[in-house]
Structure formats: C-alpha cells, structure tokens
C-alpha cells in the first residue's frame, strides 16, 4: 500500500449521458399544468408501478439541439442493444447502494482492522467496474455519450495509480494466513523524534528481528503501548539531547494509518460516483424505452425527429391514443416559413383537440430525445412549448374566465420569442361570439409581429377571413372535412363555416327522430 501515491491523479469530471457539456445545461420547463393539458395520462398510469419520477424528468426539456442529438443517439443506443439498459442498471444501483451505506465511527478509526476493510471493499469496486466494463465492450456503441462512458471507465482501469492499488490489494490478497507483520519507516527531526510514518509493506510473515532489534524485542512483544516505554538511546546513543521517551511514536503512525484508510475512501467513492451515474440517469431513458416498447407492441410507428428544413411531420398520431391500443388516425403537418400561424377550424369531435396535443407531444418528446409518434418527422428547433388552453372553472372564479384568459396570455405572450411554438386549444370562449372574434384577431395579429409558431385551435371560423382581409397572412387547417367517412382527418383547406353538430348528434342517437323513434 503506496501512501506516497498521490490520489488526485484521477478525477471525475462530472461526465454525463443527458448533457454534452457541463457548462451548457439550458432548458426550458414544462409546467404540471402544461403536461396535463397535453394529456399524458396513459403514460403516466403505465409507469406509476416502476417508482420513475416522471414529471421530474420530462418536465426539463432542453433548448440546445446539440444536447437534443446527445440525448438521441444513447436512446438508440439503448434500443437497439437488447438487454442493455437491465445491465447496466445492476451496477449502476449497485454502486449507488455502496455509496449511500453509512459506516460506524469505529470504522472510520486508524486501525489496520480498517484499513484491511477498505481492500476488501476495492476488490468488489474491482469486480464490479471490470464487468460493467465488460457490458459496455460487448455492447454495439453508436452514441457519443455511451462511447465517452466507457472510454472513461477504460482511463480508469489503465491508469497507473489504478492499476498500483490493484496491485497491491493483489498482494494482500494472496497473503494466505492473513498479515502477520507491517513495515513502517519513520521520518525523524533534527532530534531524532519521530515526525511522520510511511506504511511500507503489509507481509504474511512474522518480522525478524537482528541482533540489535533482540534488544527491545520484549517490549515489541508486550504491543505498541509498552514501546513508547523505550528510552531514546536504543535509537540515538550519541545524542547529546537528554534520553525521553518516544512516546509519540503511536501517535506519529496514527496519521499514517488514517490518511491511507481516507485515501482508499476517496479513491473508491470517486469511482463509485462514475457508476452511480448510470443509477441517477438511465431511468431517463427508461421512459423514452418504454414509449418506443409500447407503441411498436401495438404495431404505431415511430421515428426519432430531425432538425432541418423543410419541416413536416407525417403519420403523426396522438401517443395516449397509440398506448391505449385505439388504432389513432395518422395526419402530417407541414410547417410554413413564410406564415408560421396556423388557424385549425372544424367539427365538434373532429379530432382538433387531438391534433394540437400530438403536435405538441411530438416537438416535446423530440427535443427530450426520445422516439416520436409518427412515421418520419423533421421539427423546428425551439426555444419554449408555450400553451394557452381552457382553465378549470375553479381557477378562474376572482377574475372570470375572460379575464383568467387574457391574463394568462399575456404572460405567454411576455416570454415568447420568434423561436417558441405556441399551442392555443379554444382560447377566449369566455365571452360573446363577436367579442372572442375581435380579441383573437388582434391576439394573432400580434403573435405574428413576434414571429412565433403557432397553432391555434378554434371554434372560430369566421377568424381565418378576418385575419386575411387585414393583411395577416395565415394558414388554414381543418378538421372533420368528411366526419361520416373520414372523420379525425386534418388538412390544409378553407373554413367550412359549420360545426357538423348534427353528425355528432347522429353518432350518439340525440336527433329528434332517433330519440323519438
């Protein structure tokens, strides 16, 4: 054991599988609120049982799209190798239960009892860290994030202080009767007093003493209490200094003794943080593992997005839709440079609602790096997933609900920049059809000043018109075109000026005929 070994060779620099760079960690958030609204339900009730904080982790959605990438390439990472995940969660928990295991005080004590226990705990860090290893080098690698982890775990193993204290638990090891004997060199001052020990050798046979050493071998053999007993002049018969007893010789080895049980501390649960990270990170990807397992059982595609022109997404579906197995209407959507607000009209139950959470499911989960419900997808990268959707009445009782709206949009629209998206699902309704008309106009008028994207989910049909004849270029979507042979569709079209209230009645028996027949 090399107490001259200086510990600070190895540092672990924080390397992480959710973030590129340390100093670059921006996200936006995503509020309780908003992940509701963009009903995640389904999800969450598959994953309540597995103990996986999920709001926690979806609700940081980051806005460098180089972290986005990171993210996405250790999520194929973890799909594509079959059992991987499983594995390295072993280890990873396995080492964060290391870490959290509290000793006693007797422990923590400069005796070589402890100092002995530390070489057994380094043998299982060893065994541990050599197959976790192994896994990562079976493994087919692709991603940036995997590729530095295991790199990193390599560095470990091959450095030289590693491969010292490997070498010298090595040597403990195979001492077969255990250690019968330790070799301590002493530093002395200019008055041959002991200054500081040197823990050299730990040997599975006795010491023997010389001729000289025979001298003080009773009081060696009564134990270090009785050596402090001896006079100075065995040591320094020459000295001109009067003979005192060393009786700070237990003393001067004590430090030795501790600062090696701190160093094999230090040592051990440095590398422990670099395996519990897989403990405190994997379970992100846990939940991106889960969605892409879910949905593809189902037979729904899915993609991982890209982040290049032109944008579009298609087949894309509503994800609760796909893991509660109802077979969701697939529709694209292309994202337009030149008028980035998009005015989605049509049917009561034609599928709006629908449309404008998928949408915004789809940009969310891809910027997080996790695979998307659609067949292929290339997104607009953004700064903020902002929404405006109806309150509970509950929380709009001091202001009214006009009032609750208008205020909360104009919070939106203080944080939003020409790189947000914005999802609005019926806003304004709290009022008079002409006053919703006049206050959602001058509201897109100026979102498009900002240079936002938006999607907005209307009941108001007459908006679209509005918005040309004052030189607001928009686009129209509209949903329900066909709501008897193809409902839930949304395409690019004209306003249909009507609701298809008398479809959605007929679908649940409430016309005048039926109900009376």
Known sequence: MRQEIDYGQ???????????????????????????????????????????HLLDWISRVPCDKKT??????????????????????????????????????????????????????????????????????????QSKGMERYRDLLIEIVESPIYESFSKDVRSIKSLEEGVKSIKIG?????????????????????????????????????????????????FARETVKAPDALNTLEKTIEPATLQLITFCDQFIMRILEVISVLYHELPYFYIGRKIYEILVDHGEPLVLPKWEEPYGIYDLYHMNLGIDNQHPKKNDYIFHDDSKISILTGANRGGKTTFTQALCQSIWLGQLGYYIPAKSASLPYVDQILL????????????????????????????????????????????????????????????????????????????????MESGTKVNSLIAGKNMKEAPFIIEEGLPLGKSYAIHIAERYGMTYEQLMG
Request: one cysteine or more; glycine letters at 4%.
């Open 10 to 52: 190895f540092r672990y620099e924080g390397l992480s599988l959710l973030w590129p760079d340390n100093e670059n960690k921006e996200f936006f958030t995503m509020t309780e609120q908003n992940i509701e609204d963009v009903n995640f339900q389904s999800l969450l009730e598959h994953l309540e049982e597995e103990n996986i």
């Open 388 to 467: 405006h959707f109806p309150a509970e009445e509950k929380d709009s009782v001091d202001l009214g609900r006009l009032g609750e709206e208008c205020q909360r949009f104009r919070e939106l629209f203080m944080k939003a920049t020409s790189e947000s998206i914005i999802f609005m699902n019926e806003s304004f309704q709290g009022t008079s059809h002409q006053e919703s008309l006049q206050i959602a106009l001058e509201t897109v008028q100026s979102l498009k000043e900002k240079g936002a994207r938006v999607i907005f989910n209307t009941h108001l049909h007459e908006l679209y018109d509005s918005l």
């Open 68 to 141: 986005s990438v990171y993210r996405q390439s250790v999520m194929e990472d973890m799909i594509q190798n079959e059992g991987l995940y499983e594995a390295l969660m072993i280890y990873g928990e396995r080492a964060h239960n290391n870490m959290t295991m509290g000793k006693f005080a007797f422990e923590k004590e400069a005796t070589v009892y402890n100092l002995l226990k530390r070489t057994n705990e380094f043998d299982d860090l060893d065994d541990m860290l050599r197959k976790l290893l192994g896994v990562l080098q079976n493994a087919k690698l």
């Open 186 to 234: 002493l530093n002395l001052d200019e008055y041959l007093q002991p200054r500081e020990a040197i823990l050299l050798e730990l040997s599975g046979q006795e010491f023997k003493y010389d001729r000289f050493s025979k001298k003080m071998s009773y009081y060696i053999g009564n134990g270090i209490k009785e050596l402090k007993m001896i006079p100075r002049k065995l």
